[in-house]
């Protein structure tokens, strides 16, 4: 028998000691008793003639014993234990009492134990209680808290006789009604004769969340339920939840503040109860997204790996998560690692699998977004920018853990490589990242700085870093000169462009660069988009080129003609000429239009190879 156990039984004892005082200043004194009834430890010396006219239960006992004249009667596992009693024994024997929120559910428990019901007399304590519950409780949301309250101890038997299920349902019905009522107090004309809703008002039908924060877990969940089911919109949920969470893991401060990192023993009663909680809420939580902070969903992961809950807990909360990072924040991701003493200072597994829950929610609405949304000619859609945001918080997340002397090259790469390409349009804060995790972890092999390099686009590098990586001498060698041969190509398109020369060489080269760049850069939608454009240009070509090749067959077949009329030179002459008409070879000279050149004619017939092919 644990501690808690025996202060329970020292309770039940003190509160049968004080009932049987009680029970002596309103019992009869000048009747003797003739009948004990023990009650959790406590006796009460009743009469039988009383007790036997109201309850059935204590019937049946005296008449199953009346050849010996039973004189003791014992009551096991009587409902609310002798306070209960003691309300029952006074209303046998007529003696009033005021039927409140507090004792309510234990009379209706008591009543059914002792079968106090209209069977054995009228008006029986059982239609008594009953009565006030269905008139009293049900008609106001604080009472039915309370009575839920007092029907903590009374399980299984006060949701049996569905005490704890109609003040459930009468919380949820006044919780949505409370709702309606403020969302119709929020209604107002605007300026147009248009009827809106102020959205900027307070709501205030959602007082109750104070209240719930008292029940239990077990029947707060019941509660939250009922309300999803009645419609209760999920902001209100949700801040519930928030207050309901907040309440019960700010008990210990180690468990809800992002920088302690405390250890805690797993094995302890309380936090047995904190994980239930935990893992309750999680269960409870909205399906739409924002209606809690992202700062409450990695303060809940947190305690989740903490308190070692279950793997579809932790999964739920970083699929959560995922789905709205683009709003989190550096100090958000900094979850601590809670389980092995020489691991890194961070939970670095939990935020990877977050980032891919990102990358996977980000490639499912691309694909079912509608094609009309890719032949847009937007530069950034939402996911684009998210993804901007995300980068920058993976860059300042990878600096941030970068120092740590027991993070593996692996789990390093798989996080700067866990986003797609075109996430980042500047690596400067990848590069910062690398640079510091080369500089604190100086013994890594040629290989493994190979690795780290391969992640930087040294094309996406600005100007100052670039400058800085050509000088860092942590790089290999062949991406300093990488670095150099960017760098080089950047100045001479900067004088290029700042000379005014018509040179088309370092022009067309300058273009080939930035226009990799830049595709790099763009999303898949607007790659998308750029190709059917390009799609669209080489179609008109090809038409072009198929006109050109219909009037070479008619010429063809004039030309074969001609040939079985006549041999003569005046056929080739007159050939030349349809030939110079034609134009297909291009006007180089007079000369070139009757001979054109080989390197014309062998580009050419490669274009009217491929054009057949095309349309065969």
């Known amino acids: 028998m644990d501690l808690s156990d025996k202060q329970q039984q020292q309770q039940q004892l003190s509160l049968a000691k004080c009932a049987r005082q009680r029970c002596n200043e309103w019992i009869f004194r000048d009747v003797p008793s003739d009948i004990t009834i023990e009650v959790s430890g406590g006796a009460f010396s009743l009469h039988k003639f009383p007790l036997v006219s109201r309850s059935g239960r204590i019937r049946k006992l005296v008449a199953e014993h009346r050849d010996s004249d039973i004189s003791r009667v014992e009551l096991l596992n009587l409902p609310g234990g002798a306070e209960s009693f003691e309300l029952a024994a006074k209303f046998c024997y007529g003696i009033n009492f005021e039927i409140t929120s507090m004792n309510v559910a234990q009379l209706c428990c008591v009543s059914d134990y002792l079968e ?20 009293i409780v049900c008609k106001n949301l604080e009472i039915c808290v309370e009575v839920l309250q007092q029907c903590e101890n009374l399980l299984p038997l006060a949701d049996e006789l569905r005490i704890v299920s109609r003040c459930i349902d009468a919380i949820a019905s006044k919780a949505c009604a409370e709702q309606i009522a403020s969302s119709f107090s929020r209604l107002e004309y605007s300026s147009s004769g248009r009827l809106h809703m102020n959205r900027q008002a307070k709501c205030e039908g959602d007082w109750w969340i104070e209240d719930l924060s008292v029940l239990r877990i077990d029947l707060y969940q019941k509660v939250i339920t009922a ?3 009645r419609g209760v919109r999920p902001e209100s949920i949700g801040a519930s939840l928030v207050n309901y969470a907040q309440k019960e893991l700010t008990k210990k401060s180690s468990l809800w503040n992002p920088s302690s990192q405390a250890k805690v023993d797993l094995l302890s009663g309380s936090n047995g109860q904190e994980k239930l909680v935990v893992e309750t809420i999680v269960s409870l939580l909205p399906v739409e997204k924002l209606v ?25 909360l970083e699929r959560r998560i995922g789905s709205q990072l683009d709003i989190a924040t550096l100090d958000d991701l900094l979850i601590p690692s809670f389980r092995h003493a020489g691991d890194t200072l961070f939970d670095v597994d939990t935020v990877h699998r977050i980032l891919v829950n990102f990358s996977q929610q980000d490639d499912s609405e691309d694909d079912l977004e509608d094609a009309s949304v890719f032949e847009s000619d937007s530069p ?16 300042n997340y990878l600096a941030e853990i970068a120092p740590d002397a027991n993070l593996k090259l692996a789990k390093f790469i798989v996080i700067a490589d866990a986003l797609p390409a075109h996430a980042r349009t ?37 100007q100052e870093a670039g400058a800085h990586a050509a000088q860092n001498e942590r790089l290999p060698l062949q991406s300093i000169v990488q670095v150099l ?9 900067a004088l290029s462009c700042s000379s005014g020369e018509d040179d088309h060489k370092p022009t067309h080269q300058s273009w080939r660069i930035s226009s990799g760049a830049l595709s790099a850069a763009m999303s898949p ?18 038409a072009r080129l198929r006109m050109r090749l219909n009037d070479l ?6 030309m074969k003609r001609d040939m079985e009329k006549s041999n003569s030179r005046k056929f080739m002459s007159s050939f030349s000429k349809k030939m110079g008409k034609l134009g297909f070879f291009g006007h180089s000279s007079s000369r070139g239009s009757s001979s054109p050149s080989k390197h014309s004619h062998r580009t050419d017939s490669k274009v009217i190879e491929r054009t057949c092919a095309s349309t065969e």
Do not use: W
Not at 120 to 134: C, Q, T
Not at 390 to 395: M, S
Not at 485 to 493: A, G, H, K, V
Not at 526 to 533: E, G, I, K, T
């Open 553 to 558: 067959e008619k010429e063809h077949v004039c």
């Open 380 to 395: 950034h859609s939402p996911s684009q920018s998210a993804l901007f945001k995300v980068a920058k918080l993976v860059d």
């Open 227 to 229: 309300m999803k089911c």
């Open 426 to 462: 500047i690596h400067d804060g990848l590069y910062r990242a690398i640079d510091i995790y080369l500089k604190t972890h100086q013994n890594l092999s040629e290989l493994d700085r190979k690795k780290l390099s391969k992640l930087i686009d040294f094309q996406k590098l600005s």
């Open 525 to 542: 939608r607007d790659n998308y988009a750029s190709l059917r454009r390009e799609n669209r240009e080489l179609k008109l070509e090809l």
């Open 116 to 135: 106090m019901t209209e069977e054995f007399s009228k008006d029986n304590l059982a239609s008594r209680a009953d009565e006030y519950v269905e008139s």
């Open 485 to 493: 041969y960017f760098e080089q190509i950047r100045l001479r398109n």
């Open 292 to 316: 809690v902070p992202i700062t409450f969903l990695f303060g809940l992961l947190r305690s989740a790996v903490m308190l070692d809950c279950t793997v579809a807990c932790r999964l739920d």
